[in-house]
């Protein structure tokens, strides 16, 4: 991001193919992708003064990386990037931070901001680890966690709900799901 005449404007992205990929490491995809963005923005690397690294979900030693500002080191921005924080609010942890950054420029506090999101999800987790993560994410670990309460469970229990109070079918609901994979496709 970068200010211009007062406004904020995204100005250069990056990314990377997303898939298995158990050669390339965290850091070589989240430095890629910061270095394609800088490319694309068009700006030299040292007008960056904060780097906001998005949360990493897929394993907890390239979260602490992302916070301990390995990607400034990577980056070589450690003369110029004056702040580095992270954000992470689940699934708006995106949009977060682009307001932040927003916010950042708006006031003078930064003129170019560096928001890196960057995870490893298919290749850091087994599925079964990916799978207990997300059912269990949000949850209180004291109160829910130990009866077997999931996010999964909790929609099922909203779904049943909603189907009884409006008499929807189990077909009517999967056809929902239906359409939105032909869509996609």
């Keep these: 991001m970068n200010s211009i ?34 490319q694309d923005a068009g700006i030299p690397k040292k007008e960056i003064d904060t780097v906001i690294p998005i949360g990493v979900v897929g394993n907890p030693l390239d979260n602490n990386n992302m916070i301990c500002s390995l990607i400034i080191e990577e980056l070589g921005l450690g003369k110029t990037a004056k702040n580095n924080f992270q954000i992470m609010s689940g699934g708006s942890s995106s949009s977060n931070s682009l307001k932040v950054a927003s916010s ?74 239906e359409s939105l994979r032909k869509w996609a496709m």
Excluded: N
């Design 5 to 38: 005449r007062g406004k904020v404007a995204i100005v250069g992205i990056g990314e990377v193919p997303t898939g298995l990929f158990p050669d390339r490491s965290f850091v070589k995809a989240a430095t890629d992708v910061s270095v394609m963005a800088i």
């Design 104 to 177: 950042l420029i708006i006031a003078g506090l930064s003129k170019a901001v560096l928001v890196v999101h960057c995870d490893r999800m298919g290749t850091a987790l087994s599925l079964e680890a990916a799978i207990s993560a997300f059912a269990k994410s949000s949850l209180s670990q004291e109160y829910e966690m130990p009866y077997g309460w999931s996010q999964l469970g909790m929609a099922a229990m909203q779904q049943r709900r909603f189907m009884y109070e409006t008499g929807t079918t189990e077909r009517q609901i999967a056809s929902v799901v």
